[in-house]
């Protein structure tokens, strides 16, 4: 009965972790689909008659970004980077208060004010704002509350499951990114070209929602529940005593082989004091798995803000259908991520794996801007693949390796370092997030090769990063043999 209550409860936190971080995930894509809205191309559009006075090429956008052809992008990228650059700010210290405010409180908190700032942003089209500051302000104090998500949910995955196949299961739970941006592309699709302000709000009020069930519903770790349960068994035995007598005591059956820990060894690591942050950075491979993460989420999140306005430009495809079209290459994550997590579970090699479907993006990227948009078939095609090479890696690193780190065999058993290595390692890709659609908004008004010739080189740079890790590795393995 125990151990099937144990596995009730692991497969319920894997589904409201799942659930909880594709909220996350769905509240910040709608900004990428409402760009094509913000700025296009008006002269292709009848204009009515009051607005005779406007400039014809800019009468339809939304002040600020429709004030210049030229500097429209720029100021796109200064949108995106005021949340991407508050959250891997604030990454560095989520970590470390995960680690000693109870994560159920720390979820909530940061889904209720996130669903409060996304819903700000969508505000601003009823009351008509067109100051950039607002919309800069807000997108920041997203970014910031935001935080909250990665490592808290990393840390209750990580309490409840082993390392056994570890790299499959968060291979497959963190699919809820690529379908939270699946989800927010659609919905905010469904607004965009009507009212695009729903296409926040919306979104806003279901990770908000997701943060009231957290509350009621979300159990941290396997320990509470077997403190839970050792306490119900020690009231039957209180009441039962006579016919237990010649029975197992109940801290017997938390002893059993079934059980992964002991409760000795449960009360043992409640008293462990968290890890400092300098100390998480002497884990071995904590370095250089944040650089290469830093360098693979450039090219991640450059994808995340950019693609639907590179396919609406390229392809000539409307706000609502550029969008639509974007979610394959997040289809292509999803399988990208358990393939990786699978293979990385037989093989053993994290590392490598990343390192090989790496080495391949790099190509498929050449390909898919050269070739990508020819037809149909070749722009689904090369969007599925280019998206399970580039968020293969990047899920891995984020999900199976982060915590592999946080519980590594130097820290003799201390399991309070999952939250503040987990956000050592996002934090460090964070600073990759913010650049890569900042530097796109810089790049891309000299033409979008430019800007994959910028994304090649991030893959190959975070490619070597894991090169690095598996020669030092290697070099260990030697030194002690």
Known sequence: H?????????????????????????????????????????????????????????????????ESLDNYQTLFGAVDNSFLVAYAVGMFFSGIFGERVPLRYYLTTGMLLSGLFTCLFGLGFYWNIHSIWYYAFVQAMNGLVQTTGWPAVVACVGNWFGKGKRGFIMGVWNSHTSVGNILGSLIAGIFVSSAWGMSFIVPGIIIASTGILCFFFLVESESLVRTMLMAVYEQEDNEKEPLLQNSSSSEEIFS?????????????????????????????????????????????????????????????????????????????????GVVAGLVSDQTGGRASTCCVMLIVAAPMLFLYNHIGQYSLATTIGMLLVCGALVNGPYALITTAVSADLGTHESLSGNSRALSTVTAIIDGTGSIGAALGPLLAGVISPTGWNNVFFMLITADILACLENLIYISNRTLCYETRN
């Open 256 to 336: 059993s082989p079934g059980l992964s820990n002991s409760i000795s060894s449960e009360s043992t690591e409640e008293h462990t004091e968290a890890i400092s942050f300098c100390g998480a950075l002497r884990i071995p491979g904590v370095m250089e798995f944040s650089l290469c993460l830093l360098f693979a989420k450039l090219v991640s999140y450059t994808f995340l803000y950019w693609l639907p306005l590179y396919i609406s430009n390229v392809a000539h495809f409307d706000p609502k259908e550029a969008g639509d079209m974007s979610t394959l290459f997040d289809v292509g994550g999803i399988v990208g």
């Open 2 to 66: 125990t151990l099937s209550l144990q596995v009730e409860y692991r497969g319920f936190t894997l589904f409201l972790t799942f659930l909880f971080y594709t909220s996350y995930h769905l509240s910040r894509k709608p900004i990428s689909i409402v760009k094509s809205e913000l700025h296009k191309n008006c002269s292709t559009l009848i204009r009515p008659p009051n607005l005779n006075g406007t400039d014809n090429e800019t009468w339809c956008d939304w002040a600020p970004f429709g």
